[in-house]
C-alpha cells in the first residue's frame, strides 16, 4: 500500500527555526543541536522563578550564562566577543545584574562562548528579545521534553541568509499618500526574522534608469506619533515628497525598530536615555553592538522589483555599502535631513560622531535658526 507524507515546509531547516524564534518569544526553552553536543537555551526575559526552579533542577549546577561582546564592556571587560558565566544556581537576581542591570559586575571568571552559546545568542536576537541566554549542557542522564522545540545551531547561523534568499511578494494595491496619490505598496514576506517588509513605489520611476531609492527603518515613535527624540518621521515624509516630485522613486520600509533591536528594547533604551546615557551607551548597557541592522535583504527587494542601479537617499554609510555589496550599481547618494529640536541634537550628533553617519549639525541647526 502507497503511503502518502504530507510536507509541512519546503525548507526544514528554516521552519526549525521560526519555531524557535517562537517558543523563545514565548519564554520557553529550545533544544539547540550542535556538533560538540545537545544545549537547552532560555532567554532571561521572562525567566520566572518556577521556571528558574526548572532549569536548575535539570542543570544540576551546570547551567552558564552567556553575555555578549557589548554587555561584557559595560561590566568592565575589554571584550570584543561573547562570554559566559557560571551558574552554580540559577539566581534570578544575580543574573539580571549581570545582564541588565546598569551597576552590574562582573563576580565570577569569565569563559569564552563556545559556538553553541552563540547560537543560542543569535536566537535571542532573531526573537528581539535581550542578548543574554541560560544555557544548559545536556548530558546523557537528562531526558528532554520531546515538545520542547529543537533546532540546528547551523540553521540559527544561517537564517538570515536563507530569509534573503527566500523574499516573495506576496500582495500590492495602490495606496495614495498625501502628496503622492500614484503611490503602490508591494508587501514582502521575509528578510528578518518572521517579519514583513514593504516597499513603496512613489510615481511611475523608470526601472531601466537609476532609481531614486531609500531604505527606511521602522520607527513607531517618530514615523507614527511624531516623536521628537529622533529626525525618522520627517526624514520619512521628505523621501515620499522628493520622489513625488523628482520621476518617483521606491521607499523601502524595512521591519528593523530600534536599529533592528525590537521595540522593547528601544523603549529600554529610551529609558537609560532619559537617565543621561547617549543612544550606543544605552544600547550597550543592554547588550547591544552599535547597529544590528542588515540590509543585505533590502537589495534583494530591489532586485526583485527589477532595480539594478540606484540613488541611494541616505545618510548612513553603511547602507550605502550594503547596495554596493550585493551587487546594485549606487550612482549617486545624497541626504535626507529632518529638523532639529532641543531632544534629537544629541542623538544626530552621536550618529554623525560615533556611527560615521553623514550629518551637518551646524547646518542644520543654522539653518533652522533662519527658519
Known amino acids: 500500500m502507497m503511503r502518502l507524507v504530507l510536507s509541512l515546509s519546503d525548507d526544514p531547516a528554516v521552519m526549525a527555526v521560526e519555531r524557535a524564534i517562537v517558543e523563545f518569544r514565548s519564554g520557553r526553552p529550545v533544544v539547540i543541536e550542535g556538533a560538540g553536543g545537545n544545549v537547552l537555551a532560555l532567554a532571561i526575559e521572562d525567566l520566572d522563578e518556577a521556571m528558574a526552579e526548572r532549569v536548575e533542577a535539570a542543570a544540576a549546577g551546570h547551567a552558564h550564562l552567556v553575555l555578549p561582546p557589548a554587555r561584557l564592556r559595560r561590566l568592565g571587560l575589554d571584550r570584543d566577543t561573547a562570554g559566559s558565566v557560571a551558574l552554580p544556581s540559577v539566581d534570578q537576581a544575580r543574573i539580571e545584574r549581570l545582564a541588565l542591570k546598569i551597576d552590574g559586575h562582573i563576580d565570577a571568571p569569565v569563559r569564552a562562548a563556545s559556538p553553541a552559546d552563540e547560537e543560542a545568542l543569535e536566537l535571542a536576537r532573531l526573537a528581539l528579545l535581550l542578548p543574554a541566554v541560560i544555557v ?3 548530558g546523557p542522564g537528562i531526558e528532554v521534553d520531546p515538545l520542547l522545540a529543537r533546532v540546528a545551531g547551523a540553521d540559527i547561523r544561517n ?38 517588509q514593504v516597499a513603496v513605489i512613489v510615481g511611475s520611476p523608470d526601472l531601466s534608469k537609476p532609481v531614486t531609492v531609500r531604505l527606511h527603518s521602522a520607527c513607531l515613535t517618530g514615523d507614527l506619533f511624531g516623536s521628537l527624540k529622533c529626525d525618522c518621521g520627517d526624514q520619512l515624509r521628505e523621501t515620499v515628497r522628493f520622489m513625488a516630485q523628482n520621476e518617483g522613486g521606491i521607499l523601502l520600509y524595512l521591519d528593523q525598530e530600534g536599529r533592528g533591536n525590537g521595540i522593547a528594547n528601544k523603549i529600554r533604551a529610551y529609558r537609560l536615555q532619559s537617565q543621561g546615557y547617549d543612544t550606543y551607551d544605552a544600547d550597550e548597557v543592554l547588550g547591544f553592538d552599535a547597529d544590528q541592522r542588515r540590509f543585505a535583504f533590502a537589495a534583494v527587494m530591489l532586485q526583485k522589483l527589477g532595480v539594478s542601479a540606484v540613488r541611494v537617499l541616505t545618510n548612513n554609510p553603511e547602507k550605502i555599502a550594503a547596495l554596493k555589496k550585493a551587487g546594485l550599481d549606487v550612482v549617486s547618494d545624497h541626504r535626507v535631513l529632518g529638523r532639529p529640536t532641543a531632544e534629537n541634537v544629541s542623538y544626530l550628533t552621536s550618529k554623525r560622531d560615533r556611527a560615521g553617519h553623514y550629518i551637518d549639525i551646524e547646518g542644520l541647526l543654522a539653518s533652522s535658526c533662519k527658519d
Open 136 to 138: 544548559v549542557p545536556l
Open 159 to 196: 537564517h538570515r541568509q536563507a530569509k534573503a534568499a527566500d523574499l516573495k511578494i506576496v500582495s500590492r494595491a495602490p495606496v495614495p499618500l498625501e502628496g503622492a496619490p500614484a503611490s503602490e505598496f508591494v508587501v514582502f514576506r521575509g528578510g528578518e526574522g518572521l517579519r514583513d
